[in-house]
């Protein structure tokens, strides 16, 4: 998910004064203490000395002490080493995602949602298919608005807070009205100030909401999921706290809201770490309720945390090669419908070097092996990956993956040449996957959802359209990107071409 403030990296200082050149191993002891070791590989030349010089910064900001910048870090050292082994330039990966339109027909249509909105979602999430079949809720990260829309009842708006990352749809108090899970940074920009919070917006079941804040007081809140982590009958949330630097962590809000009362949730805290993002529910292998959590920044990593004893434990699942991997989304989901959870990733973030086209960016499968524990294969190359979800697109019996790229450094409209992967499908055929164009030249969109809008039995496309970071911003017009799914290409009028 989108957070501004990107990646960043931390390097160890050192005490001893540094020699005036480094070899291998003092550079991998300096920086590769507090995270994986960077290869010189991972970024061009020219990028280097911006980079480290941002770490020697960020040494200081966290240590907070002047003998830290200091000599105690060899920057022009560091920046010798890298430079002399870095490439001159990436690999281009734009070739490999001129991919082609596939068998499937979309047609495509444009929703304004009003009075509050405009192109800058940040995300975008369907109701369960049992309440509001066919209705997303959007969060709009340019004005703070939190808008409802379906085909047949059109645009709703819920409320305005500050900075919205997330909307999550549930039943909150049992009154069998569906109500919304906020999630508000507080600030869009880099900060550690207690300016996040998690709202409510209390359906009443006629189509109105009141916004109340839950959980405030706390570093730039990025998720909350909706979990009866407790076992009693009603959801908890569990908060992803990104932060910037300092402050971030994950909490549990366990609800204690009286039938027909006032909701009332009480705060505890499970770990204290920058960098939180996404956050999915699991089971642990007793049937407990368990989650997962995405954290950025220089850990690159995701975990999965359950109970013990009252304690909550964490462990591991995934640790990305290096810190400018750029983790942005993960699901979890059997994808190989072997009976055991695997993981949907997609690392496109680019917000922390400002570089667009990295080879190692795109969708991936973390599969679940057993005893062998997860092997990583990828799915597809996608330049700016930001959002995947998993789906049964064609309606073959197994799960195809769906796809979204951001990249709010390159200039639009893009030359229809091109031909740059802005929304793409994974076709699940035997042991892998074969991409398929959806749409080129428009990568920005931080986040989708599927839904079956006209109720056709297919699942159709809702894709937010986020220019929050474009020098020119409108905060009117389109807001969404409607791609309605009308099966094989063959039975639908006209031909199947990608939209530029």
Not at 307 to 331: C, M, N, T, Y
Not at 396 to 419: E, H, K, N, T, W
Request: with cysteine; charged share 25%; net charge negative.
């Amino acid at each position: 998910m989108l957070l501004a403030g990107g990646a960043t990296w931390l390097w160890h200082v050192s005490d001893a004064e540094p020699p005036a050149a480094l070899n291998d191993e003092q550079v991998r002891a300096a920086c590769g203490n507090c995270h994986a070791f960077p290869d010189p590989g991972i970024l061009p030349r020219s990028a280097w000395r911006r980079q480290i010089e941002h770490m020697a910064f960020l040494v200081d900001y966290l240590e907070g002490t002047e003998e830290a910048r200091g000599g105690a870090f060899p920057v022009e050292a560091i920046v010798a080493w890298y430079e002399a082994r870095a490439p001159e330039r990436l690999e281009d990966v734009r070739a490999g995602a001129h991919y082609e339109a596939g068998p499937l027909h979309f047609r495509k249509r444009l929703a304004v949602l009003g009075g509050g909105s405009g192109p800058g979602i940040a995300t975008v999430h369907a109701f369960p298919a049992e309440a509001r079949a066919g209705h997303v809720v959007t969060t709009n990260m340019l004005n703070g608005g939190v808008h409802l829309f379906s085909l047949s009842g059109g645009p709703r708006r819920v409320g305005v807070t500050a900075h919205p990352a997330r909307a999550r749809p549930v039943d909150l108090d049992g009154d069998g009205h569906q109500d919304l899970v906020i999630s508000d940074l507080g600030d869009s920009t880099p900060s550690d100030e207690a300016v996040g919070r998690v709202r409510v917006a209390r359906g009443d079941g006629r189509g109105k909401f009141a916004l109340e804040t839950v959980f405030e007081g706390v570093g730039r809140v990025s998720d909350a999921l909706p979990l009866d982590v407790d076992a009693d009958g009603d959801p908890d949330l569990l908060v992803a706290v990104f932060g910037w630097l300092r402050g971030g962590g994950l909490y549990l809000l366990h609800n204690e809201t009286p039938a027909g009362g006032a909701l009332s949730f009480r705060a505890e805290a499970i770990l204290s770490r920058p960098g939180a993002m996404r956050l999915v529910a699991l089971e642990d292998a007793a049937g407990q309720s368990a989650f997962a959590a995405i954290f950025s920044q220089h850990y690159e990593r995701i975990s999965s945390f359950s109970q013990e004893d009252g304690k909550w434990r964490e462990q591991v699942i995934f640790e990305a090669p290096h810190p400018a991997w750029g983790l942005s989304d993960f699901d979890a989901v059997d994808l190989d419908a072997d009976g055991d959870r695997d993981f949907l990733l997609a690392n496109g973030d680019t917000l922390d070097d400002g570089l667009p086209f990295k080879p190692y960016h795109g969708v991936w499968w973390l599969e679940n092996r057993g005893a062998e524990g997860y092997r990583l294969a990828r799915i597809g190359r996608l330049a700016g990956a930001h959002h995947a979800e998993a789906v049964d697109l064609d309606g073959d019996g197994d799960l195809d993956v769906v796809a979204s790229g951001f990249l709010p450094q390159i200039p639009l409209p893009m030359p229809s040449r091109a031909r740059l992967a802005s929304l793409v499908w994974y076709e699940r055929e035997g042991q892998g996957f074969r991409p398929w164009l959806i749409e080129a030249n428009h990568p920005r969109h931080t986040g989708f959802a599927l839904a079956d809008l006209d109720a056709d039995g297919r699942s159709d496309l809702v894709v937010g359209i986020n220019q929050a970071w474009d020098q020119e911003v409108r905060e009117s017009g389109p807001a969404l990107e409607l791609w309605l799914n009308e099966g094989p290409a063959e039975r639908a009028p006209g031909h199947a071409q990608p939209s530029d």
